[in-house]
């Protein structure tokens, strides 16, 4: 080992990062693989990237740089050529009279610093970063994708892919156009379509065929971005490349289809869920990224305020009881979830789901995936999870009066169910139930809480910045002089971290209904979902638009974002 290796490694056993039988394994990796020590421990999960690249500064009498903390003016990427930063796989970071401030993840590449030197024409100081870091911002800020360029890519395949008609040779073409040649543009363009899209932090892609064209779309932090528009004749080279990936009929185009695609995108792996259904103009795919990072949310990550966040802490120690999340598709329901059963998971419970489709795993969970072709559909399920003695139960959807049942039973003989419902808001999940054909004393004996919740976007921390709102927006908000007085509205001016959008990440905003004597009495009494909303209010409940206003007021979110998702209503005056 290299005296720079000893001093590395003796930096990240002395943090308690590594341990010395970890140090052995990576070092036997490398020498099998032909890569570097840090590097290995990096392949084997020992150590993070960043904590390689701290030690590695330590070592070397080097800064380490949070490129995340940074704002890079466009004037400093303007001193370095694209070529030269992805070649050399180097950023630029500030400029000090004549000397360059770079980024870079190899601290004993002397070569690369003289090929700087010599082309740029000054002189290079270094600070370490992470690669994949350094590969990100790199894509950002001169707006392409790893190794080349999206656009290019885009052209080329506009110019040389396949006029496919709608035949039945379409079959045969789409495999020979999208087979496993990595150089042809099909295959280049999907698999950089996904790498853009893991880069933009998007949850989804979007691929819609039109009359004369075919658009494509991400989804960032709950908002469509259009990409790009292709010609109408690449739908099917397209299409058939999504199927060929997911291992779903290449040749069914009427009816829709399902499937999973496993990638690796530098050191992430994903997995995507893909959706097909045949519209007028041809079939619409879009593929969800699924990141396992989603999931190690902890409760107290989710944005609860601290109220809400103790109540919440309490009802998921319960020994029974019915714990309903509601609120529309892409609002957060599953993370919450999720959230909540790493926190139970531990040795001495046993937890089951039942899931449709089951979209992360979650070690130490029992997790059970619905399939209606061979009649195993929720309830079925539940009764046959009941026989294996779980202590929490949790349930992806009541969507019928048969599978509340079977959650209703479950609740009742001593398990703490959990599951989710489609309303606009906490109290609603009540009236559903009922309108679902469920007894209200039976929702009454065995509902604990509702928590409705919505998503809003949070102000980029990179570009955020004090602003005083108009005050008939404080009008409209029903903010008292009290609350203005002491808020901190901010606002993002917009900047490369954030695509220019000022927005950089999600938060939830909730509101969390107790099921306590009073408005049990009122469920057995068939009250309204209006007045079952003001008892809860009565007795404390914060509805999603005041949550949000609260976080307004703190400088999380804006106004905007706020009323994008939740309404005022007559309650909240």
């Known amino acids: 080992m290299s ?3 000893n001093g590395f490694v003796a930096v990240l ?13 990576a070092e036997n990796l490398a020498k099998q693989t032909n890569v570097s020590l840090p590097q290995a421990l990096i392949k084997l999960g020992y150590a993070t990237e960043a904590e390689v690249m701290k030690a590695q500064a330590k070592v070397h009498r080097l800064s380490y740089v949070d490129l ?36 870079l993840s190899n601290p004993a590449d002397i070569e690369t610093l003289d090929k700087l030197r010599f082309i740029l024409n000054r002189d290079i100081a270094i600070s370490l970063a992470p690669r994949t870091k350094i590969l990100e911002y790199i ?59 893991v880069q933009l932090r998007a949850s989804d892609i979007h691929i819609e065929p039109f009359e004369d064209r075919v658009r494509i779309r991400y989804r960032i932090d709950g908002i469509l971005h259009e990409r790009d528009t292709l010609p109408k004749r690449q739908a099917s080279a397209i299409i058939s490349r999504v199927k060929i990936l997911s291992k779903i009929d290449i040749s069914e185009r009427r009816r829709p289809q399902d499937g999973r695609i496993k990638v690796t995108v530098g050191e992430k792996e994903l997995d995507l869920r893909v959706s097909i259904i045949p519209t007028n103009h041809g079939q619409s795919v879009v593929m969800r990224l699924l990141d396992k990072d989603n999931i190690r949310v902890s409760v107290r990550q989710l944005g609860f305020s601290e109220e809400t966040y103790k109540t919440f802490g309490n009802l998921i120690r319960r020994p029974n009881g019915i714990i309903l999340v509601t609120g529309p598709t892409g609002s957060g329901k599953t993370t919450t979830l999720y959230a909540a059963l790493n926190q139970l998971n531990r040795p001495d419970r046993k937890i089951i789901t039942a899931e449709d489709p089951v979209e992360y795993y979650l070690p130490g969970i029992n997790q059970v995936e619905v399939k209606h072709s061979i009649g195993l559909d929720f309830a079925r399920i539940i009764r046959s999870m009941l026989r294996q003695a779980p202590n929490i139960i949790l349930v ?15 609740s009742l003989t001593g398990h703490l169910v959990f599951s989710t419902l489609h309303t606009n808001d906490a109290p609603s999940a009540v009236t559903r139930m009922v309108d679902m054909g469920v007894p209200g004393y039976l929702v009454a004996s065995s509902v604990v809480a509702i928590l409705a919740q919505r998503l809003v976007r949070t102000i980029c921390p990179k570009c955020r910045a004090r602003f005083t709102p108009p005050k008939q927006v404080i009008e409209e908000a029903g903010l008292s002089p009290e609350q203005v007085a002491s808020a901190t509205f901010m606002k993002g001016k917009g900047c490369n971290s954030c695509q220019k959008t ?22 057995f009494k068939n009250a309204s979902a209006t007045d079952l909303r003001i008892a809860a209010i009565n007795k404390g409940m914060k509805t999603l638009f005041k949550d949000g206003l609260l976080k307004v007021c703190n400088g999380v979110t804006t106004f905007e974002e706020v009323y994008r998702v939740a309404k005022r209503t007559e309650q909240d005056k």
């Open 139 to 197: 894509n950002q800020l001169y707006g392409q994708v790893e190794g080349e360029s999206a656009d290019s890519i885009l052209q080329e395949f506009t110019d040389t892919a396949i006029d496919f008609t709608e035949t039945e040779d379409d079959v045969t073409r789409g495999q020979a156009q999208t087979g496993d040649d990595s150089s042809a543009p099909i295959v280049r363009l999907v698999n950089l379509m996904i790498t853009e899209a």
């Open 396 to 410: 992806g959807e009541m969507r019928d009066a048969e599978t509340v049942s079977m959650g209703i039973q479950a």
């Open 3 to 5: 005296a720079n290796n």
């Open 13 to 25: 056993t002395k943090a308690g990062i590594v341990s010395q039988d970890q140090v052995l394994d």
């Open 502 to 523: 000022g927005y950089k990440g999600r938060l939830g905003i909730y509101e969390l209904m107790l099921i306590d004597s009073r408005i049990r009495e009122m469920i």
């Open 68 to 103: 995340d903390s940074l704002s890079i003016s466009d004037r400093v990427i303007e001193l370095m050529p694209e070529s030269v930063a992805r070649e050399n796989i180097v950023l630029p970071l500030a400029l000090d009279d004549n000397r360059l401030l770079v980024a």
